[in-house]
Structure formats: C-alpha cells, structure tokens
Nanobody
C-alpha cells in the first residue's frame, strides 16, 4: 500500500511561481511505474497536468498542453519525493492538485497522464492564483 502526501500549495498572484511536493511512504519503487500530478476544480473532471514515467532504462516526462513550458515535474534520486515546479502561473491554474502513482512494476499505457494509470492518490493541496 502506498501513501502519498502533498504539500506546498498556497496562494500566489498571476505570473508568480509555486512548487508543490509529494512525499511517498510504503510505496515500493521499481524500474517500471509512473507518477503524476492532476488538478481539479469544483464541477469539473480531474485533469492531468504532468507525469513522469519509468520504463526499464528510460525516463519520460509528459505535460498537458496548457502547462507546457511553464511547469516542470521532477523526482529526487531517492525517489520518495515528487515535485511540480509551476512558473508563470495563470488564474486558470487554480485548483486542487493531486499527486498520483501507479502500481509498481506497471506499464502506464496512458503515459502517466491518464487517471486510469494510477492506483494511489494523495489528498490534494490547494493552489490559488489571483489576478
């Protein structure tokens, strides 16, 4: 059983930056898995923001078109913390940000950007961008 805990959310003005973190516990890492960030606003479906995929010897990063060039997903070498660096924030980036992880030894057929790729979810951290 993996547990994910997000932190680092908050309020920022448009154009500003924020970094959210996700710390895992009880999760068994392998050479094949994926982790990602999703966000959701009231009344809307959860949408993918960014993902990192490990597939044997390769590592791939994927981003939603709306955040490409502004957001960066990364994972420390110890692999127990996932980050999302968010720059040039826009009001439409406001939402609850969730960290997610697949089962270990699992190929993420959606590249980590599909909700169905993930089994474990955090409780979310709120990001609010004001104009």
């Amino acid at each position: 059983q993996g547990q994910l805990v997000e932190s680092g959310g908050g309020s920022v003005q448009a154009g500003g930056s924020l970094r959210v973190s996700c710390t895992t516990s009880g999760y068994t890492y392998s050479s094949v898995y994926c982790m990602g960030w999703f966000r959701q606003t009231p009344g809307k479906e959860r949408e993918a923001v960014a993902a990192i995929t490990y597939d044997g010897g390769s590592i791939r990063h994927a981003y939603a078109d709306s955040v490409k060039g502004r957001f960066t997903i990364s994972q420390v070498s110890a692999k127990n913390t996932l980050y999302l660096q968010m720059n040039s924030l826009k009001t439409e980036d406001t939402g609850m940000y969730y960290c997610a992880a697949s089962r270990t030894f699992t190929i993420c057929t959606g590249g980590g950007l599909d909700v169905d790729d993930h089994t474990y979810w955090g409780q979310g951290t709120q990001v609010t961008v004001s104009s």
